[in-house]
């Protein structure tokens, strides 16, 4: 090791100023427009960020063609379409003929399922009207005291669907109807008839108007009334029936005029509106009363002369 002491660094001398060289300056005082200017501050400019979007946006390799192929700085790779082997179906080794007949047959086939599946369809929605009407008529034709009207009606020799159609006409199965005039119950009767009828079944003496609204005594003496009008008429239910409604005593003046019935027996016009209507509302509501509660067809009446 070396004891020897470095050598001290030597200090740099600075030149004189030469006063001669020195150029004088713009006087201090004197301003210009060039000076007087307020010089705008330097705008800082802020680097641009593109270069590293590109350098992230080109991380990607598969993106990085995407892009350059989207700028055509290269081809676009052709697309290799892979060759289909053609497969024939089971009927492509039989004959033309023979295949345009099998095809024949298939479109005969298709015809005839439609027309069978149309026909099934068409039956179904005809048989559904069918009984969505049945039943519309039993709503508007109920039957209640079948119990009563059934023996009475058989034993005076009536069809049961006429004095069910003639309840339902006349009070609509309600026991204490009245009407304007004074009829009264189930079937209607006047005080003056209700009373003949008593006498005739010898009641008279435990016979009350009140008694009209029991639904057993109303159907009672209805049914004897109209199994009267039934042997006085012959059991024409088109007479019975208007002589129930308007009298017997009108029944027998309309069947002497010729211009009502042309043999004195058949009525062939009712002359009063109401009574018509009433009419062929009850022999309506009759054949519907045989169509669903009563098919089995029931005696003649008797034309046996009333007592």
């Given at each position: 090791m070396n004891d020897t002491p470095s050598p001290a660094p030597q200090r740099r001398r600075r030149r004189p100023i030469d006063p001669d060289a020195v150029q004088p300056s713009e006087p201090v005082g004197e301003l210009t427009r060039e000076n007087a200017r307020p010089q705008a501050a330097p705008q800082r400019t802020r680097p641009s960020a593109a270069p590293q979007f590109e350098r992230a946006r080109s991380s990607d390799p598969r993106e990085e063609i995407v892009r350059r192929r989207r700028q055509g700085e290269m081809a676009p790779r052709p697309v290799s379409r892979k060759k289909t082997k053609r497969t024939h179906g089971p009927l492509a080794s039989l004959p033309a003929p023979l295949r345009i007949a099998i095809f024949a047959v298939l479109i005969i086939a298709f015809f005839v399922c439609a027309v069978f599946i149309t026909k099934s369809y068409l039956a179904a929605m005809e048989e559904r009207r069918r009984l969505e009407a049945e039943a519309a008529e039993r709503a508007q034709h109920p039957l209640y005291y079948a119990d009563i009207i059934v023996p009475y009606a058989q034993a005076q020799g009536l069809d049961p669907a006429l004095v069910c159609a003639v309840v339902l006409c006349e009070s609509s199965f309600d026991p204490h109807a009245e009407s304007h005039l004074g009829a009264r119950g189930l079937m209607q009767l006047m005080p003056d008839t209700a009373q003949w009828v008593a006498e005739k079944l010898d009641e008279d003496g435990s016979y009350t108007i009140d008694s009209l609204y029991d639904p057993e005594t109303n159907i009672r003496y209805g049914t004897w009334y109209l199994g009267y009008l039934s042997r006085r008429?012959?059991?024409?239910?088109?007479?019975?029936?208007?002589?129930?409604?308007?009298?017997?005593?009108?029944?027998?003046?309309?069947?002497?005029?010729?211009?009502?019935?042309a043999d004195g027996v058949t009525l062939t016009t009712i002359p009063t509106q109401d009574t018509a209507t009433y009419a062929a509302r009850v022999l309506r509501a009759r054949d519907v009363y045989r169509k669903h509660y009563f098919p089995v067809a029931t005696p003649e009446p008797s034309a046996s002369p009333a007592p």
């Open positions: 008429f012959g059991g024409d239910a088109t007479k019975i029936v208007c002589a129930y409604h308007a009298g017997q005593g009108n029944v027998d003046s309309w069947l002497s005029n010729p211009k009502y019935s």
